[in-house]
């Protein structure tokens, strides 16, 4: 079946340090990929996406690359601000199961200045 | 475009209480679906619409039910409120492989 795998937090990290989130998924066929991303108070808003293998998502300076033959997602950002405070979520959508979204549990990100 | 909506924003039952959550969307999505965020569990599926006049049940579909009328509307009924169903629960539609959420209904049952 298809499932989505991401990094366990909370992550906190000093204004301007690079981030890494892991993730890694399971699933058939071959799914589009997604970043998205809960500021506090709000709904999810998608950051960034790859739908097919080696492609490269990227976003108000955060990137992630589709590796399949790792089955990964990693979201980097260079130099994380303030405003980057925020829950983020990586997830899949396969054809093969009717273009249902699969979740990861959520990793919780704050910034301090 | 108010894209989608939802109301309320914030509500209290009592157990074994009933109410609708609503959700409109104004993008002519076909697709629409619902959810629940609860901690450390991410989002979890609750049921589905491919269209008006079609559901189908989620991952966690205990508890609700949902009917589509209308391209637009998608309303979330909870039959008989219970602790566990406190939550924050989103609606979300799709179209061209992305999904649209709402800004959440944070619900309490005591």
């Known amino acids: 079946g298809n499932s989505v795998t991401q990094m366990e937090g909370p992550v906190t990290l000093s204004e301007e340090a690079f981030l890494t989130i892991n993730c890694t998924y399971t699933a058939t066929g071959y799914p589009s990929l997604f970043w998205y991303v809960q500021y506090p108070g709000e709904g999810l808003q998608l950051l960034l996406k790859?739908?097919?293998?080696?492609d490269k998502g990227s976003n108000k300076g955060f990137e992630a690359t589709y590796r399949k033959e790792t089955t990964s997602f990693h979201l980097e950002k260079g130099s994380v601000q303030v405003s980057d405070s925020a829950v983020y979520f990586c997830a899949l959508s396969s054809p093969n199961t009717g273009n249902q979204f699969y979740f990861g549990t959520g990793t919780s990100l704050t910034v301090i200045p | 475009n108010a894209g989608v909506t939802q109301t309320p924003k914030f509500q209290v039952l009592k157990t074994g209480q009933s109410m609708t959550l609503q959700c409109a969307q104004d993008?002519?999505?076909?697709?629409m679906s619902w959810y629940r965020q609860d901690p450390g569990m991410g989002l979890r599926l609750i049921h589905y619409?491919?269209?008006?006049?079609?559901?189908d049940q989620g991952e966690v579909p205990n508890g609700y039910n949902v009917s589509r009328s209308t391209t637009e509307d998608f309303p979330l009924r909870l039959l008989s409120a219970a602790p566990s169903q406190t939550s924050v629960y989103f609606c979300?539609?799709?179209?061209?492989?992305?999904?649209?959420f709402g800004p959440g209904t944070r619900l309490t049952v005591l």
């Open positions: 979300a539609s799709s179209k061209g492989g992305q999904l649209f």
């Open positions: 993008m002519n999505h076909e697709y």
């Open positions: 790859a739908t097919k293998a080696d």
């Open positions: 619409s491919v269209g008006a006049g079609i559901t």
